[in-house]
């Protein structure tokens, strides 16, 4: 089963309690006291999956996703105010979440034959985004169609709100001598530290509450996070100032760790704490969530715009990237990591790129390699990101 994630934006305006609508603290609004409608830019990925055609070789037409799409979903709310204009939404809160829900209700029925809808997520800024996913494979009726039963069933909702804070630290541990911590942490180890503007992402998951239409109040959210977290770290030295890191090595796992471990028991249920990311150096990350909705040509393709310049760069790619049905004789061996296609698209186009100044493949395994098939697309590899293509 392969996934496939197609991208469409629309701008519309809302507000978040129509007029008759409690909003978060109880209070029902009347007309006078309506809030003034807003707009966005959203971002929708719709992500679906299927088997690929033996006569087509793919898993769906992409024109008809987009066809299906843009009738459904923009042509429904682009350019609009969504809770006057779309009859769905009247007195209802329109919130990444609800949209989130709607959009996949609306898909489900919409889709070709013998493909699935797998998710929905809607971005409503870049520091706000709401994720529908199916938690299992979902039923097929003998139509080849969702049962919006089932959908209801198993459908995940996910918020995430995005934060920053700028700290310092010194990466040092006591069980090392001083040599010791020099030679693995480097400049990180230098006696007073160093700062970063760290970038945090907060996901919470739970069911949609009936009358806000959200996972979580975002407010609520914000004040949990910022006393927490945010006020407790920003513009603070982790290794002099914040008592739980006294006896830590406040390496960003670390980091995260204890922010995990700060926040998972404040989230108020029916919600839960889902992840916690952070980027401290602003390094871009790309998942295989992301790969999923994007492909990986795009995603190489912006790895590669964010690094070009004068002089050259060095690639290092884990084998244990790629999915073990192909690269079994690995370190980490996990299932859903790239395909042998996909991991060659991207060293043809690093290739092409002519940024690679050097390359070295790590993390392979030969005890748990199948008759050296790993090493083999090893070579291969290293071939396509010196320039060879396999077609």
């Given at each position: 089963m392969l996934t496939m994630t197609r991208r469409v934006s629309f701008s519309a305006g809302k507000v978040d309690w129509p007029q008759g609508q409690a909003g978060p603290a109880g209070a029902v609004s009347t007309f006078d006291d309506t809030p003034e409608a807003y707009g966005h830019n959203y971002v929708v990925d719709v992500t679906v999956s299927g088997e690929i055609s033996s006569r087509t070789g793919i898993i769906v037409n992409i024109k008809d996703i987009d066809r299906i799409v843009r009738e459904r979903v923009v042509d429904r709310f682009d350019r609009k105010t969504i809770h006057r204009q779309a009859p769905e939404f009247r007195g209802r809160p329109v919130t990444p979440e609800s949209l989130a829900v709607w959009i996949a209700g609306a898909l489900q029925t919409s889709l070709p034959e013998d493909i699935a809808l797998t998710a929905v997520r809607v971005e409503e800024t870049p520091l706000l985004?709401?994720?529908?996913?199916?938690?299992?494979?979902?039923?097929?009726t003998e139509h080849n169609k969702i049962e919006t039963q089932v959908m209801r069933a198993t459908r995940v909702m996910r918020a995430t709100r995005v934060y920053e804070f700028a700290a310092s630290h010194r990466l040092h541990s006591e069980h090392l001598s001083d040599e010791e911590n020099r030679e693995l942490f480097g400049k990180c180890n230098y006696a007073?530290?160093?700062?970063?503007?760290?970038?945090l992402e907060i996901t919470v998951e739970g069911p949609l509450d009936a009358q806000s239409a959200r996972v979580i109040d975002p407010n609520t959210l914000d004040e949990i996070v910022n006393r927490e977290v945010v006020d407790r770290y920003d513009h603070r030295h982790f290794n002099y100032d914040i008592p739980?890191?006294?006896?830590?090595?406040?390496?960003?796992?670390?980091?995260?760790?204890?922010?995990?471990?700060?926040?998972?028991?404040?989230?108020?249920?029916?919600?839960?704490?889902?992840?916690?990311?952070?980027r401290e150096t602003g390094i871009r990350v790309i998942t295989m969530t992301e790969i999923d909705r994007i492909g990986i040509?795009?995603?190489?393709?912006?790895?590669?715009?964010?690094?070009?310049?004068?002089?050259?760069?060095?690639?290092?790619?884990?084998?244990?990237?790629?999915?073990?049905?192909?690269?079994?004789?690995?370190?980490?061996?996990?299932?859903?990591?790239?395909?042998?296609?996909?991991?060659?698209?991207?060293?043809?186009?690093?290739?092409?790129?002519?940024?690679?100044?050097?390359?070295?493949?790590?993390?392979?395994?030969p005890i748990l390699d199948r008759e050296n098939g790993s090493a083999a697309i090893a070579v291969e590899l290293a071939a396509s990101a010196l320039g060879q293509s396999i077609l």
């Open positions: 985004a709401a994720e529908w996913t199916a938690k299992q494979p979902m039923k097929m007073n530290g160093h700062g970063h503007n760290y970038v739980e890191f006294k006896d830590l090595v406040p390496s960003t796992e670390v980091v995260t760790k204890v922010i995990w471990e700060r926040l998972a028991g404040e989230i108020p249920p029916p919600a839960r704490l889902a992840s916690v990311l952070i040509e795009r995603a190489v393709r912006e790895a590669i715009d964010r690094v070009s310049g004068p002089g050259f760069v060095h690639v290092s790619l884990d084998l244990d990237a790629l999915d073990p049905e192909i690269a079994p004789g690995v370190g980490t061996p996990v299932k859903g990591g790239l395909t042998y296609r996909e991991a060659h698209l991207a060293c043809e186009d690093l290739a092409e790129s002519g940024i690679v100044g050097s390359f070295e493949l790590v993390e392979v395994n």
